[in-house]
């Protein structure tokens, strides 16, 4: 069994005896399915994981000027498998740092788009890379946007969508969105770790969906496979 975890925020985290007290007052038991998943979240449960992810970055991380994107350029090859013309790029749940800024150093696009239910807020963070509206030259289109109500009227040709599942309200509709929002052919550059929780043990504020490889895997059969490395993963939409 897993030690009860609850975490509301980067500095109000509770184990052992105190997350159990916390646990029987509030989980997420009642989103869960037989396995455990969690796929959806009401409107309520939502705008909670919103605030955790708002205070993470423009109250505790003021500081801060990258959110892993190193780390992940180098678990994705440096992006080697992507051509050096990527067309029109959408970054999808780009927080205030982007992985574009890594990936088009040495490469080209048509053109530039972030989203992000939080982008108007994040483009105030001291050190967002998008900040003046450009990120590496480009002029920059932002979308104020949960994942889900993403529908462009022009399909892209490269789309990224790293670690943003975990902090949506629908998972299913954020991963049609995503499919939805790349032409045929289109290059998906994905990262998602399975989320595997017992809600009665663990709660945690900013994440409140959960789901197993299986369900990843399902999603990522829509794409031939250019790159694999564990999680990370770049694909050319069938």
């Known amino acids: 069994m897993t030690d009860p975890i609850f975490v509301v925020s980067q500095v109000e985290i509770y184990r052992g005896a105190d997350a159990e007290r916390k646990l029987a007052e509030r989980n997420d038991r009642a989103y869960a399915d037989e396995n455990n998943a969690i796929l959806r979240v009401p409107d309520a449960r939502w705008a909670d994981a919103q605030v955790y992810e708002r205070e993470t970055w423009m109250k505790y991380n003021l500081g801060a000027r990258v959110d892993r994107n190193g780390v992940h350029a180098a678990a994705f090859g440096h992006y080697e498998a992507l051509p050096r013309d990527l067309g029109n790029v959408v970054e999808v749940g780009c927080g205030p740092f982007t992985n574009l800024v890594f990936i088009l150093e040495g490469r080209t696009a048509k053109s530039v788009t972030l989203l992000d239910p939080l982008i108007t807020i994040y483009q105030q963070h001291p050190n967002c890379t998008y900040a003046d509206g450009t990120l590496n030259g480009y002029d920059v289109t932002t979308v104020e946007s949960k994942l889900e109500d993403f529908k462009p009227r022009t399909r892209f040709d490269t789309l990224v969508c790293v670690d943003v599942l975990s902090h949506c309200q629908d998972a299913d509709a ?3 969105a995503v499919k939805g929002a790349l032409k ?3 290059l998906l550059v994905f990262h998602e770790a399975p989320r ?3 809600p009665e043990r663990h709660f945690d504020m900013g994440h409140p969906l ?8 399902a999603f990522l059969e829509g794409f031939e496979e250019l790159y694999r490395e564990g999680n990370y993963f770049i694909g050319r939409k069938k």
């Open 174 to 176: 954020a991963l049609a």
């Open 196 to 198: 595997v929780i017992d």
């Open 184 to 186: 045929k052919g289109g």
């Open 210 to 217: 959960a789901y197993d490889a299986d369900y990843l895997n």
